[in-house]
């Protein structure tokens, strides 16, 4: 049972294909890797995914229930709504808001499940006290999964970066997604720290029941916890498979290395 | 948490009570003469328009220039309702605000499309649009001439007496203002807005409509802005649309970012201490400016992010660390409701 397919999506940038004709299916329960060479069109596949950009041909639909086949497009939804629909993501580039606590980074990827309107906001309402009480609560059992707890007061902008990257993945999560996007997790990390990541990610996976579709250069994260990996090259799927086959296939070894090695 | 709450309601609600008793006691023992009464009073409208803008600016991220132009809707509909249609004062100004609000959702739309530079521009356009319509407009507005005429607070012929009843209907709508803000702030759309200020689209991906909260921060200014502008009208008794020109847009946007930008006591702060610089350097006459000017510059060198930056004064926690220090540490706050005056 697939969670999120794209169907042959394509982009086109003027005349540049950046990707064409991409397929995926995330089962239940998947990690699946994207890799591929620089400007190969992973994050732009990201992009369409979360209606970033909207693909020129090809669909994605989304399975809206947590068991059965409801399946609906998002392909012409914008951003937020998709992330409404349970699809989050994280970015390449860190996007934090820099300039808020830690807790309030979290706390707003809550926001669209909050109940309460701006009047009752203002007016300071049972009903305010209440949800804030209760998002404050989730939001801090979070940052302990990733051990964050103590830094809650502190600006995003002054944590650690590794910090930063953990930030973004738990802020991703308090959307309440079915299916997590990592843009290149443990870009900038130490061998440790991308071990520790590792970790993590089959951690949240299971705990949160999720689907994670990563982008990643780490090979050896890469290698380690993906089932399944779909390669990239100049937009186009070159190779589909499990790591040890990816490691093995011909094509993506030229892709990566060039040719005559 | 419950006791916590209404600590602070008490607390916040009894310092505005003490401020507001202090200075009308001022003000009627004559310590505070009517002249600077006059002034406080033109600060407490100021503040309030700031605040507006600080909504836009500092919270939203989005650069106004035509925050004026807000202000005039505000001051010539509220004085239209009071002397065309003879509504009482409270009415006329809520109507202000009311009606200022419709045209800050209709300037909404353009700022979704617009970012920094080009926003500003438009909302300067804006303005400006506004302010020639008033001229033209001659029958309701009086056109180039100015208005006449606008029924004043109170009338009782008692100057002093006047001056405290001016400044005690202003200032409760300072207080309304900034609770107002404050409490928006400080909730979830507040952060929602928030967050558009620090990255948009990762707000977008967090889940939150930006379009909806820009246009809603416009419109929520815009009726903060009109409710400001239809106190001048009432506070001046006469308006003319050369009041409301790009220079005093320029003027707001000054107070805010002296203030610093998303923060509300800095705002208060930057509006009184403007308000009464700009009183002080009269005697220069067109020097004026130009020692404000230089002023501001030197502010901005020393304080590049306004006296405040996007810090708050809290006076719960004052009054926490001064009188309750064995309450101190053990209880976390779960709202922060931030400073009054």
């Known amino acids: 049972m697939s969670v999120m397919e794209a169907k042959s999506i394509s982009i086109v940038f003027g005349g540049l294909k950046a990707v064409t004709n991409f397929d995926l299916k995330l089962g239940k329960g998947e990690l699946v890797g994207l890799i591929g060479p620089n400007g190969a069109g992973k994050t732009t596949v990201f992009n369409m995914l979360t209606g970033v950009y909207s693909p020129t041909s090809g669909d994605i639909v989304l399975n809206t229930s947590r068991e059965g086949h409801n399946y609906k497009s998002i392909i012409k939804l914008k951003p937020y709504q998709i992330t409404q629909s349970g699809v989050a993501r994280t970015f390449q580039n860190i996007r934090l808001f820099k300039d808020l606590s830690v807790l309030d980074n979290v706390r707003i990827a809550f926001h669209f499940n909050v109940k309460y309107n701006a009047l009752q906001g203002i007016l300071r309402t049972t009903a305010f006290y209440n949800e804030e009480d209760e998002i404050t609560e989730k939001a801090r059992d979070l940052l302990k999964i990733f051990n964050l707890q103590d830094k809650e007061k502190e600006l995003a902008k002054n944590l650690p970066y590794g910090e930063q990257r953990k930030l973004e993945i738990t802020r991703a999560l308090a959307t309440n997604p079915k299916v997590l996007l990592l843009d290149e997790p443990a870009a900038g990390m130490n061998p440790q720290e991308t071990h520790d990541l590792m970790n993590l990610i089959s951690f949240i996976r299971n705990k949160f029941d999720l689907t994670i579709l990563l982008i990643e250069h780490d090979m050896s994260l890469v290698m380690g916890i993906c089932e399944r990996i779909v390669v990239l090259d100049y937009g186009q799927t070159i190779a589909v498979g499990t790591p040890e086959q990816i490691s093995k296939d011909p094509k993506v070894i030229k892709a990566y290395l060039g040719e005559g090695v | ?341």
């Open chain 2, 1 to 341: 948490m419950k006791k916590n709450r209404i600590f602070n309601t008490i607390t916040l609600l009894s310092a505005s009570v003490i401020v507001f008793i202090v200075l009308a006691a001022l003000l009627f023992t004559g310590i505070i003469d009517e002249y600077n009464g006059q002034l406080l009073t033109l600060a407490g409208i100021y503040i309030i328009v700031s605040l507006s803008l600080n909504l836009i600016t500092g919270f939203t991220g989005q650069l106004s220039l035509g925050q004026a132009g807000f202000m005039s809707i505000g001051a010539y509909s509220s004085a239209i309702a009071m002397m065309n249609f003879h509504l009482p004062l409270v009415v006329s100004i809520i109507i202000g605000g009311l009606v200022t609000a419709v045209f800050g959702l209709l300037i909404g739309f353009p700022t979704l499309r617009l970012r920094g530079d080009y926003l500003a521009i438009t909302t300067l356009g804006f303005g400006e649009i506004i302010r020639v319509i008033m001229v033209n407009l001659e029958t309701y507005t009086g056109g180039a001439a100015g208005l006449k005429g606008i029924p004043s607070f109170s009338d009782t012929g008692d100057f002093l007496k006047d001056s405290i009843i001016k400044f005690s209907w202003v200032y409760v709508f300072v207080i309304i203002t900034i609770v107002i803000v404050n409490n928006l702030i400080n909730s979830s759309p507040g952060r929602a807005i928030v967050s558009i200020r620090e990255d948009e689209i990762a707000a977008n991906s967090m889940g939150i409509n930006v379009s909806y909260y820009k246009i809603f921060s416009f419109t929520m200014s815009a009726f903060l802005a009109g409710i400001g502008g239809a106190l001048y009208a009432v506070y001046f008794g006469y308006l003319n649309p050369v009041m409301f020109w790009f220079l005093t847009s320029v003027n707001f946007v000054v107070i805010v970012v002296l203030g610093g930008m998303g923060s509300i006591t800095g705002t208060i702060l930057a509006g009184v201490g403007f308000t009464y610089i700009q009183e002080w350097l009269r005697f220069f006459k067109d020097f004026r400016l130009v020692i404000f000017g230089l002023a501001l510059i030197i502010v901005m060198l020393f304080w590049p992010r306004g006296l405040m930056g996007t810090n708050e004064f809290s006076i719960v926690k004052f009054v926490r660390k001064y009188i309750r220090k064995e309450h101190e540490g053990g209880s976390s706050k779960p709202s922060k409701i931030k400073g009054v005056k």
